[in-house]
């Protein structure tokens, strides 16, 4: 799917990984101008640089989502380059395992299990929690904050979230990054109704199981075969495979054309092959 963003501006929070890069190129080959920010300066150099190779106008700017003072930098630098931000794509997010159970269900056994393997519920770290909801939830809230100021004043803008099959259903073993997603899912239904008489539209795709660096070794053996996990998952998806970067492409595309969603607002989109449709019988 190509739309028509020439004369945009676009801002990709998290760009220098591999779903938001994929993100980038796609609106970059639809005419904006990408500014790809990532905490890893190199990483959304290298992103920008490809997609300049490939035709494309695009610059690569050190952000951290949850450092204010970091954003404006990066605004300032982007409204330099470019001019003010059209479209904000808030990607950057992740979990951490501090946040994370070792175990699907609790045991009356594992009360008593003190091997350090075990983490249940009980000995998630506050600290862990923090972080990953911080990072999901506020890394989304700050960026809108800085990029939307602009759009505001002008009156016409778009911002797009990325939350997750998890704020639908939360998936075992992740409570604090689901917490996280849903905040983001509410966060977007809440934030299209304060920014609608400023013409601002506000939605969110919320992609399936898709292959990352973060996320390969839990669903991935190393000799390419699926874990325990990643076999579960791919049996509940009913199109029977993880989703490809390219599949995020015409969602956010869709959710951003002027004319074909023009009075789409509000939204959290699946891009999940079915998984959130299937009861599992």
Not at 56 to 64: E, L, P
Not at 143 to 152: K, L, R
Request: with cysteine; hydrophobic share 45%; proline share 4%.
């Amino acid at each position: 799917m190509k739309v028509d963003l020439n004369g945009k501006i676009a801002v990709v929070t998290g760009g220098g990984g591999v779903l938001c890069a994929e993100i980038a190129h796609a609106l970059s080959k639809s005419g904006a101008k990408v500014a790809v920010l990532d905490l890893n300066a190199d990483a959304a150099e290298k992103v920008a640089a490809a997609i300049r190779a490939d035709g494309g106008i695009a610059i690569g700017v050190a952000a951290n989502v949850l450092d204010l003072e970091s954003l404006k930098a990066a605004e300032s630098t982007v409204r330099a380059e470019f001019g003010i931000c059209d479209i904000l794509i808030n990607g950057a997010g992740g979990n951490s395992p501090k946040g994370t159970t070792s175990k699907e269900y609790l045991e009356q056994s594992d009360l008593a299990d003190v091997s350090p393997e075990l983490k249940t519920f009980f000995d998630l770290d506050p600290a862990g929690i923090s972080f990953v909801f911080n990072l999901n939830f506020i890394g989304t809230l700050l960026p809108t904050q800085v990029f939307a100021h602009g759009m505001a004043e002008r009156g016409k803008g778009a911002v797009l979230n990325i939350s997750s099959m998890n704020a639908f259903t939360p998936l075992t073993k992740i409570p604090a990054y689901s917490a996280a997603k849903a905040a983001v899912s509410n966060f977007t239904r809440w934030l299209s109704v304060h920014f609608a008489k400023v013409n601002i539209k506000v939605n969110a795709i919320a992609p399936g199981f898709f292959l990352t660096e973060q996320n390969r070794a839990l669903l991935n053996n190393p000799d390419g075969t699926l874990t325990a996990r990643g076999d579960a998952i791919i049996r509940r998806t009913p199109m029977g495979r993880f989703g490809k970067p390219s599949d995020l492409c015409g969602a956010v595309l869709f959710l951003l054309d002027e004319d074909a969603s023009a009075f789409i607002n509000g939204v959290v989109l699946p891009v999940d092959g079915a998984f959130s449709a299937f009861s599992g019988v």
